[in-house]
């Protein structure tokens, strides 16, 4: 019972690790490329957002009033 005791502990605390395309040199500048990607993508979302609430709140303020 000791040894199963102790096997168990050892299973429980063992670190499942992922790997990803991201550790492969061939991928380094294709996913760098991805993140600015992304990153752009982003900021033109939040830009649009923006606009479409100044957009929203010039038209459509006098409805609160």
Same mark, same amino acid.
């Given at each position: 019972h000791c040894i199963?005791?102790?096997?168990? !502990?050892? $299973?429980?605390? %063992?670190?499942?690790t992922y790997h990803g395309m991201r550790e492969l040199p061939e991928y380094k500048?294709?996913?760098?490329? $991805? !993140?600015?990607?992304e990153k752009r993508?982003? %900021? $033109?979302r939040e830009e649009c957002k923006n606009k479409a609430f100044d957009l929203f709140s010039k038209?459509? $303020?006098d409805l609160w009033d």
């Amino acid at each position: 019972h000791c040894i199963s005791s102790a096997a168990s !502990d050892v $299973y429980k605390r %063992q670190v499942t690790t992922y790997h990803g395309m991201r550790e492969l040199p061939e991928y380094k500048e294709l996913c760098k490329r $991805y !993140d600015e990607e992304e990153k752009r993508l982003e %900021q $033109y979302r939040e830009e649009c957002k923006n606009k479409a609430f100044d957009l929203f709140s010039k038209w459509f $303020y006098d409805l609160w009033d």
